[in-house]
């Protein structure tokens, strides 16, 4: 069975499928000895596929795991300020894993990771409308009013933002506990919706990613989704 050679490169885990992409485009990558440099091309399990002259990893069951990233890495598995990335600090056993999405430097919280770099940009699509749950400890006055604007979706500085929703939790003078959901993770778009409102952020956790839950995760923990519960949550993605 054919498929994109993207896909294909990312299967393997070495790279996220938009990084395939990119390394296509960069015509690091060759085909049965030929440089390919558009997206647009084809393979099979039978064709042999080089990058950087290279053979990729063979490929693996797809896996899953639920890390609590703490504040102060990089989702990125190089930095160019040489910061400390996620990658960094999993343990080795976990072998080559990439992001789903990413979680900013002064997040925390649950981040996906995978060594299905195909299934990564599957479960990164808006149109797979999986809920991103937040919890933000904001200081400032609540003003409900634009909190119900920004519900209802919104313009800043000339980026629209989806609807979302936003429920207080609780209040004790200027300090709040909101449970921001939303479906989209634009770059900073909690910080900037509530810049919008008058408040700043001072923590901000993702506490769930469409099904799969943080619970009692410590900061640094990670563990793996079982292969059943990924079956049940993942549909015919699974074996992407």
């Not at 609807?163 to 910080?191: C, F, H, P, Y």
């Amino acid at each position: 069975m054919q498929q994109r050679l993207a896909k294909f490169i990312a299967r393997s885990g070495v790279c996220s499928r938009r990084e395939a992409e990119k390394y296509i485009l960069g015509k690091r990558i060759t085909v049965n000895g030929e440089i390919i440099d558009t997206p647009a091309f084809n393979v099979s399990q039978s064709d042999i596929v080089l990058l950087d002259g290279e053979k990729l990893p063979e490929i693996e069951q797809t896996k899953l795991f639920i890390y609590y990233k703490p504040i102060g890495l990089v989702t990125t598995h190089k930095d160019e300020k040489g910061r400390q990335t996620v990658f960094d600090m999993l343990p080795p056993s976990i072998g080559r894993v990439v992001s789903v999405g990413r979680l900013d430097l002064n997040s925390e919280g649950l981040l996906l990771l995978t060594n299905n770099g195909a299934l990564a940009r599957e479960l990164e699509l808006p149109a797979n409308a999986w809920s991103r749950r937040y919890r933000v400890r904001v200081h400032g006055k609540i003003d409900e009013a634009k909190l119900k604007t920004i519900e209802n979706g919104i313009t800043i500085d000339g980026i629209s933002y989806g609807k979302v929703s936003i429920v207080l939790d609780s209040q004790n003078g200027t300090n709040a506990w909101l449970t921001v959901t939303l479906n989209e993770g634009k770059n900073r778009e909690i910080r900037k919706l509530m810049k919008y409102a008058g408040l700043d952020v001072a923590r901000l956790i993702r506490v769930s990613y469409g099904p799969f839950q943080l619970g009692h995760l410590k900061k640094g923990e990670i563990k793996q989704v079982p292969q059943k519960v990924l079956k049940e949550q993942l549909g015919g993605r699974f074996e992407c």
